[in-house]
């Protein structure tokens, strides 16, 4: 029988949702589903067809390729080593992503997809096609045929303990009935320098074009704004979501504080973790 822990995290760009959430479901051997992904996936396939995120117009075509389109997330838990140098640092569970068959994880990671996304993620027709298979995966269906949608998902553990999803409406929309709710945020100043850090990572140690910190700050705000104000599912604490404060946690520390709260509520509802 399928008693899986629900935990859902949700909270503004930057405030550690993945790491933490990847963390802990490789400590707590639950699987891992980024909603994100499957938003970013869709502006992906809609840039691809010439369709406007933006224009009312394409909004149906829109929904009808997020309902379509095979959407595969693959967590790879307990990554090797990224080199050799490394390797007392344990590397983070990788989640690969895949459209029709192809890999786009990295793809739907550029620029150009997070400065679309907020069309997509405001059209009500594609939420509701994402959120109906958010929650399968939720409730460990993996191979789903739905009323306008089908899809298949490799089973990433062969008997997970729960799942944990991260995004914006998790608590409030999509598992209203999780068992364990938390909302991470962190002031906007801390997540710009966290964002800035990464994307200096990313860049080539031979080629350095410099990036603007005002502009990953201004473009993260701009981002939350979109998050908190649009009419459908906004970014929102629910009512029964614990708040977790990470502007002065490192990543480990708010990995532990999110398996602490979980294992204590395991405990309270009589789960065996
Ligand atoms: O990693 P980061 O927090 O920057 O972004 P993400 O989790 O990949 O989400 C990208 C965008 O998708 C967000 O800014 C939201 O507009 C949208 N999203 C959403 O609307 N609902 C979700 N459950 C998850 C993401
Ligand atoms: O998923 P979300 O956009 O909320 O954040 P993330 O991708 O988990 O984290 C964004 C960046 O902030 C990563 O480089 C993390 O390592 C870093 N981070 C941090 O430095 N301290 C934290 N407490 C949480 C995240
Ligand atoms: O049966 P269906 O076409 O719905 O799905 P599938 O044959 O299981 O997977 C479709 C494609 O996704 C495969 O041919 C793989 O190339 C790709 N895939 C992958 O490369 N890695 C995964 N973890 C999942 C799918």
Same mark, same amino acid.
């Given at each position: 029988?399928?008693?899986?822990?629900?935990?859902? &995290? !949700?909270? =503004?760009?930057?405030?550690?949702?993945?790491?933490?959430?990847?963390?802990?479901?490789?400590?707590?051997?639950?699987?891992?589903?980024?909603?994100?992904?499957?938003? @970013?996936?869709?502006?992906?396939?809609?840039?691809?067809?010439?369709?406007? #995120?933006?224009?009312?117009?394409? *909004?149906?075509? &829109?929904?009808?390729?997020?309902?379509?389109?095979?959407?595969?997330?693959?967590? &790879?838990?307990? #990554? =090797?080593?990224?080199?050799?140098?490394?390797?007392?640092?344990?590397?983070? #569970?990788? /989640?690969?992503?895949?459209?029709?068959?192809?890999?786009?994880?990295?793809?739907?990671?550029?620029?150009?997809? /997070?400065?679309?996304?907020?069309?997509?993620?405001?059209?009500?027709? +594609?939420?509701?096609?994402? +959120?109906?298979?958010?929650?399968?995966?939720?409730?460990?269906?993996?191979?789903?045929?739905?009323?306008?949608?089908?899809?298949?998902?490799?089973?990433?553990?062969?008997?997970?303990?729960? $799942? +944990?999803?991260?995004? @914006?409406?998790?608590?409030?929309?999509?598992? #209203?009935? *999780?068992?364990?709710?938390?909302?991470?945020?962190?002031?906007? @100043?801390?997540?710009?320098?966290?964002?800035?850090?990464?994307?200096?990572?990313?860049?080539?140690?031979?080629?350095? =074009?410099? &990036? !603007?910190?005002?502009?990953?700050?201004?473009?993260?705000?701009?981002?939350?704004?979109?998050?908190?104000? @649009?009419?459908?599912?906004?970014?929102?604490?629910? %009512?029964? *979501?614990?708040?977790?404060?990470?502007?002065?946690?490192?990543?480990?520390?708010?990995? !532990?504080? $999110?398996?602490?709260?979980?294992?204590?509520?395991?405990?309270?509802?009589?789960? %065996?973790?």
């Amino acid at each position: 029988s399928k008693n899986l822990f629900q935990l859902a &995290i !949700d909270g =503004p760009a930057a405030s550690g949702k993945s790491s933490t959430a990847r963390i802990a479901a490789q400590r707590l051997k639950f699987e891992y589903i980024d909603s994100g992904a499957m938003y @970013r996936v869709v502006t992906l396939a809609a840039l691809r067809q010439n369709l406007s #995120p933006l224009s009312l117009d394409d *909004a149906s075509k &829109i929904t009808y390729l997020a309902a379509t389109s095979h959407i595969f997330l693959h967590t &790879i838990f307990n #990554p =090797p080593p990224i080199s050799h140098t490394s390797s007392s640092k344990p590397s983070l #569970p990788q /989640t690969l992503v895949y459209l029709n068959g192809e890999d786009v994880t990295h793809e739907i990671r550029s620029q150009e997809i /997070t400065k679309n996304i907020s069309g997509i993620a405001s059209n009500p027709d +594609v939420r509701q096609v994402l +959120v109906e298979k958010q929650r399968a995966l939720a409730n460990g269906i993996y191979d789903y045929e739905g009323e306008n949608s089908s899809f298949k998902l490799d089973t990433l553990r062969k008997s997970p303990k729960g $799942i +944990v999803m991260d995004g @914006r409406d998790v608590g409030t929309v999509v598992l #209203p009935n *999780a068992d364990l709710k938390i909302f991470v945020t962190a002031s906007a @100043r801390v997540r710009a320098i966290r964002r800035y850090k990464e994307l200096q990572q990313q860049q080539s140690t031979i080629k350095k =074009p410099l &990036i !603007d910190f005002n502009k990953v700050l201004e473009d993260l705000e701009k981002r939350d704004k979109s998050d908190y104000e @649009r009419k459908i599912s906004p970014l929102k604490k629910a %009512d029964d *979501a614990v708040l977790l404060d990470t502007s002065d946690m490192s990543v480990m520390e708010q990995a !532990d504080k $999110i398996i602490e709260l979980v294992l204590k509520r395991a405990k309270e509802k009589n789960f %065996d973790l």
